[in-house]
């Protein structure tokens, strides 16, 4: 399967800062999601992005697929932010092959 | 954005027994798929569904499991002898729209085995 690594593994900010999470991927993918997982556990989806830019909000997303990567981008971080950033890819087969996630704490 | 209900939300289970999730998406869909998390690690998938037929399965989906549509509306994962090891979020997924752009997961089954 596609393999699929997720940088930082943690990531501590102070609310109102920046920050960026990237995601490599290993083979040529079709579908391409980055997920929020909430304190709950919910899979929160932010977007599906196999190539290009979007924008939601305070949330951006980029995705280079000749290059292999993907990128989140969070501005002006709230507490609400916090939580676990996944990346999940896919190719044909449909089904989605995650990151190990990128753990976001937002210090008030 | 779909919506998919997943219940019960959290269940406690002896080691042995069997259990069901299920999973029921607003509208109709052929294909839908289980995925697994065990705590701290990262979203596996388990098996997918299409048609009411299995068409995809990973190494984890042993003889344990099986996936069922059983009334043409929601869908089910039993475990028939849970084990220790089956502690973990459980959830279903189904493509956002007709064109596939992506997948809406379920709010999740949190299964602890004891």
């Known amino acids: 399967g596609i393999q699929v690594e997720q940088s930082p593994p943690d990531l501590i900010l102070q609310e109102g800062a920046n920050s960026t999470l990237r995601c490599n991927f290993s083979?040529?993918?079709?579908?391409l999601q980055w997920f929020h997982q909430n304190p709950w556990g919910q899979l929160i989806n932010l977007f599906y992005i196999p190539s290009g830019t979007k924008q939601n909000g305070r949330l951006s997303a980029t995705t280079v697929a000749t290059e292999r990567y993907s990128l989140l981008y969070i501005s002006s971080s709230q507490t609400t932010d916090s939580g676990v950033y996944f990346c999940?890819?896919?190719?044909?087969?449909?089904?989605?092959?995650f990151g190990a996630g990128t753990t976001v704490t937002v210090r008030a | 954005e779909p919506e998919v209900t997943q219940t019960p939300s959290h269940q406690v289970t002896q080691m042995g027994q069997e259990v069901i999730l299920r999973c029921v998406p607003i509208s109709n869909h052929l294909y839908f798929y289980w995925y697994r998390q065990i705590l701290g690690q990262k979203v596996e998938f388990l098996v997918s569904?299409?048609?009411?037929?299995?068409?995809?399965k990973s190494e984890i989906f042993d003889d344990q499991f099986s996936v069922e549509r059983p009334d043409g509306s929601n869908f089910t994962l039993k475990i028939r002898s849970t084990k220790l090891e089956d502690s973990a979020m459980y959830f279903c997924a189904i493509p956002r729209d007709r064109d596939n752009y992506g997948y809406t997961f379920g709010s999740g089954t949190r299964l602890t085995v004891v």
């Open positions: 569904f299409y048609n009411n037929e299995i068409s995809e």
């Open positions: 083979d040529s993918v079709n579908n």
């Open positions: 999940a890819v896919a190719y044909n087969d449909y089904k989605l092959s």
